[in-house]
């Protein structure tokens, strides 16, 4: 389980002073995340679908049609770094990159989706094989219900953290892996004559696009906590970004796999455990988890929706439908005008109130279902050791 989530992390293009053992350490970490928390992973994974999509139609609302997701990924991986003169260098993401292309800072990138793909050190071909080898877990398990032989809940958590894993190997799908050296981009003007006198946080263009929010970039700051890297501009985005709200297709994709991720756990109801009490516990502690997860979804769906006008939207559309493409003009130049919060100014206050108690409670009802995901094996069902005999479904020749 570990080497399959493990090999498929895309991680950001690192600083050409990281070590072996930090790129090492910053995968092994990424990889233990994916494990005990694989809905974290998956959530910044739809985050850069998201992402990626926004920025290939922003590219070819510029004419520039040959812009695909797979630039799109590597731009917001820090694949492109920035030369401007008399200036440090720093890494741009794909919004920053559309913005000084569009003011003619500097020209359009001419790489192509073939190249940017030549950098990746791992194919389709490579994910489907890793993909199949995670799936093939589902497989045995739907198997085994269908002969009557015990699960057990290890098994139960691996196909859990199997789904949350095929989903962001899905969503990162053409996001290139471990990419080591960026593509060089250089302007002959100053960052001055392009920003003027923008205050920043982590890079001059932060008045374009924030490379956040993220734990690193808002949460650390929030709390005083020293943001790495330290040094300023940024020399790398941020792993932990996550770049926006997905919608359509990626917010749908979210919100499955997060339910799906634990109502798996809610299928061990009737398993048989070493004593009632620590059935009692796994009942409790898995919908928990499933109810948390849906409150959640309910929580940040009506925040997005009073971020986006949309409460106003429905209403004005059933009693005022004149007024409507008024308030539809005001929710765009509210948009536009929008001033972008500092790094250590986090979302609303009431959003954050009423999701981090429930964070937490997630989290002790998730820690238990680890812990006794490797308890109840000291006394399993004798059934669970018996293999599947997979003639029943194959007839051998």
Request: glycine residues 6%; hydrophobic residues 45%.
């Amino acid at each position: 389980m570990g080497i399959s989530t493990y090999t498929m992390l895309c991680l950001n293009v690192p600083t050409p002073t990281d070590t072996w053992m930090q790129l090492v350490g910053r995968r092994v970490l990424w990889t233990i995340l994916g494990i005990i928390g694989p809905e974290f992973p998956l959530t910044y994974a739809a985050g850069q679908w998201s992402r990626a999509k926004h920025s290939v139609k922003a590219f070819r609302d510029l004419g520039y049609n040959d812009w695909h997701m797979r630039q799109a990924f590597f731009a917001d991986m820090g694949g492109f770094v920035l030369h401007a003169r008399h200036a440090d260098s720093f890494p741009l993401n794909a919004a920053q990159l559309c913005w000084l292309v569009r003011h003619g800072y500097i020209q359009y990138p001419k790489i192509t989706k073939k190249e940017v793909w030549d950098k990746s050190k791992q194919d389709t071909f490579t994910k489907l094989v890793t993909a199949f080898q995670g799936g093939y877990l589902i497989i045995q398990c739907i198997a085994r219900v269908i002969q009557g032989l015990a699960i057990t809940t290890l098994e139960l958590s691996a196909v859990a953290i199997v789904v949350c894993s095929l989903m962001f190997s899905y969503a990162w799908l053409h996001k290139p892996a471990d990419v080591q050296t960026p593509v060089h981009l250089t302007s002959s003007h100053t960052l001055k004559e392009m920003t003027g006198n923008q205050d920043c946080d982590l890079t001059p263009l932060d008045f374009v696009d924030q490379n956040g929010p993220g734990y690193s970039a808002n949460v650390q700051a929030f709390m005083k906590i020293p943001v790495i890297p330290y040094k300023r501009p940024i020399q790398r985005i941020p792993n932990d970004r996550f770049p926006t709200n997905p919608y359509g297709s990626q917010e749908y994709l979210l919100c499955l796999a997060t339910l799906v991720f634990t109502a798996i756990h809610v299928a061990g109801w009737n398993f048989d455990f070493p004593t009632n009490v620590e059935r009692l516990l796994w009942r409790l502690a898995s919908l928990l988890l499933f109810g948390i997860t849906a409150a959640f979804w309910i929580l940040e769906t009506i925040a997005w929706w009073v971020r986006l006008g949309r409460w106003r939207t429905v209403y004005l559309y059933f009693s005022n439908k004149e007024g409507l493409e008024k308030h539809k003009r005001r929710v765009i130049l509210r948009q536009q005008t929008l001033v972008k919060r500092k790094m250590t100014e986090l979302p609303q206050v009431w959003e954050f109130a009423t999701i981090t108690p429930l964070a937490i409670v997630y989290g002790v009802a998730w820690l238990y279902l680890i812990a006794e995901a490797f308890a109840e094996l000291r006394n399993a069902s004798a059934s669970a050791y018996v293999n599947v005999e997979w003639t029943d479904f194959i007839p051998h020749v």
